[in-house]
């Protein structure tokens, strides 16, 4: 289930910069890389596209993902606004 959280701008004197933030539910990683039908995988074996920065998958309840919330551990301000809309979610 895919629910749309909302288009906001992240670069307002330039007017250029969007972040469009989703909730996804109910999902399984798969190995065809979406649509489904592929087989499902381990999350833990791959993490995102190659990037310039080390990833680490890690796993939190809701309730730690709160917590981190109120302290502001999501550093980026997409992030915070994605999760914070996302646990105002039922």
Known sequence: TQIMLGRYRTDVNRGIGWVNSFLFRDCSKSKSG????????????????????????????????????????????????TVALAMLQK
């Open 34 to 81: 979406g649509g489904g039908g592929g087989e499902v995988i381990n999350a833990a074996d791959e993490v995102g596209k190659p990037d310039a920065e080390r990833q680490d998958l890690i796993s939190m309840t809701k309730d730690e993902v709160k917590e981190s919330l109120m302290r502001g551990e999501f550093l980026e301000v997409q992030w915070s606004n």
